[in-house]
């Protein structure tokens, strides 16, 4: 498969009250042509921070301090202007972001904000623009597209809204789609209407996606492979059954065995014990470490490299040296493994 989008040794730094907050540490993912590929991890782990900087959309008070973002022939961590970053963010790559009604305007139309989207990077007259905004709000399954073109977003659904912006985040044809927590503030039967629009989106319009979410069960069915990201690393990466169903690294246990599927009746649903580190500090070994249960000395003084376990599956644990102890994976992801399709 050909390699779209290719982040190496990504670190990006805020300034907060004086003091520096490394939100990246290292990171490094690539992206192939046509694949679904989903970032997953607990809220504050550098997801959505991650794939902003690919957009160019940053804090004020963020920068990247180093490391490289490869796409096409361009370096997007050396980006410096916004006249550079229009020529990708909308037009190459896109984003779906969280919350539909902040990311929408509620002083105007509809078919405007798609519309909007399309003429801003293509060359078009404003009739012509308006048949694309149709077609684009019928392939995001938005009934009757003249009636709800002239509509405002309070006339909307949840489920609609975030409809319209998917519609705008297509509208400009993007190689790349970045989908930050896209059914977050949605109810579960709504959450599967859009997980199988964007599986049909990507067909239609030939799309490389990033889904970044903390629910796993959200993406069991649509990503080809999965990143697992702790404290600003990727820990774990593999193809989706990979990770799934052959879990190595201790947060990604611990993540799994958080699916609420895996609970048994009468007894407390599993949580991860601890919070997760200081980013203002310097973090010494496995950043999991204090949180796992099976750590062992060298997690605490050194930070464990990639180990491969396949060709497309590795993790940075200690626990894959080949001195290391074995240690068994936990009751629920045996559980987990055992039953397969019936949990995820």
């Keep these: 498969m050909k390699k779209i989008l290719e982040i190496q040794d990504l670190v990006i730094k805020f300034n907060l009250r004086g003091k520096t907050l490394t939100a990246i540490r290292g990171a490094s993912l690539d992206l192939y042509k046509g694949e679904s590929l989903a970032i997953v991890g607990e809220s504050g782990s550098g997801k959505s921070v991650f794939t902003k900087s690919c957009m160019g959309l940053l804090d004020q008070n963020g920068w990247i301090d180093s490391g490289h973002i490869l796409y096409n022939d361009f370096d997007l961590g050396e980006f410096k202007t916004e006249k550079e970053w229009l020529n990708i963010r909308g037009k190459k790559i896109a984003m779906v972001f969280q919350d539909p009604m902040t990311s929408l305007n509620p002083l105007k139309t509809i078919g405007k904000q798609v519309e909007e989207a399309v003429l801003l990077h293509r060359k078009l007259k404003k009739s012509e623009a308006k048949k694309i905004v149709l077609s684009i709000l019928d392939d ?205």
């Design 140 to 344: 995001v399954g938005i009934p009757e597209p003249e009636v709800r073109y002239k509509q405002y977003p309070f006339e909307f659904s949840g489920g609609m809204r975030q409809r319209v912006v998917i519609a705008i985040a297509v509208a400009c044809n993007p190689e790349i789609l970045i989908c930050d927590e896209p059914t977050t503030a949605l109810d579960v039967t709504i959450q599967a209407q859009i997980m199988d629009l964007l599986k049909n989106l990507q067909e239609k319009y030939n799309l490389s996606i990033i889904y970044i979410t903390h629910d796993l069960g959200v993406v069991a069915h649509v990503a080809d492979r999965v990143a697992v990201m702790y404290a600003g690393d990727i820990v774990e990466i593999g193809l989706s059954d990979e990770i799934f169903f052959d879990p190595r690294h201790p947060y990604t246990w611990a993540l799994l065995s958080s699916l609420p599927q895996l609970g048994i009746k009468g007894e407390d649903l599993y949580a991860i014990q601890g919070t997760p580190p200081n980013l203002f500090k310097e973090i010494k070994g496995d950043a999991f470490a204090p949180r796992n249960p099976n750590a062992l000395e060298i997690d605490f003084i050194h930070k464990p490299p990639y180990f491969e376990i396949t060709d497309t599956h590795k993790a940075k644990t200690w626990l894959l040296d080949p001195r290391a102890p074995k240690v068994p994976r936990p009751a629920l992801i045996e559980k987990l493994i055992l039953e397969g399709n019936e949990v995820v």
